[in-house]
């Protein structure tokens, strides 16, 4: 009987321990993400500051010129190439935008030069407010 007993105390006592060590790694875990999350914010002009955009002069952005519409990823199922179906949908009412990455600039200029560069890597200059680019020039990164 007492042989029973003592092993019963030794899985009982690795248990707790085991259940312990958990309970420490989740705290862990939870206050370092807490930290992250916290310090991503503070990086972030734009979750700290809920006033009107400001005006970022003279930068240079990079990405995809396409519509707003399809974004960078264009129907599979249509025909056309990515340049052509942002052309097709900019006629149909859709605006030119340059996405990079998750972000998404709409574009103040011309739209015949922006039409050249549908479907292409471009080098954008000009000044940003907001999500809206007023460009200054177009240069393709092919």
Not at 3 to 19: D, E, F
Not at 50 to 61: D, E, L, N
Request: one cysteine or more; charged letters at 15%; aromatic letters at 8%.
């Amino acid at each position: 009987m007492q042989h029973n007993r003592s092993w019963i105390s030794l899985i009982g006592s690795c248990l707790l321990m085991a259940l312990g060590a958990a309970f420490a790694f989740a705290i862990i875990v939870a206050a370092g993400s807490a930290a992250l999350a916290g310090r991503q914010a503070s990086d972030d002009p734009q979750l700290t500051s809920p006033a009107a955009p400001q005006t970022v002069p003279g930068g240079f952005y990079e990405g995809m010129v396409t519509d707003s519409r399809c974004g960078a990823r264009h129907s599979k199922n249509s025909r056309l190439g990515s340049a052509e179906c942002a052309r097709q949908c900019v006629r149909q009412g859709s605006t030119y935008v340059l996405v990079d990455g998750n972000r998404r600039y709409k574009f103040v200029g011309s739209e015949e030069t922006l039409a050249k560069f549908a479907g292409q890597r471009i080098r954008i200059s000009g000044a940003r407010q907001g999500e809206t680019i007023q460009v200054s020039s177009a240069v393709s990164l092919f």
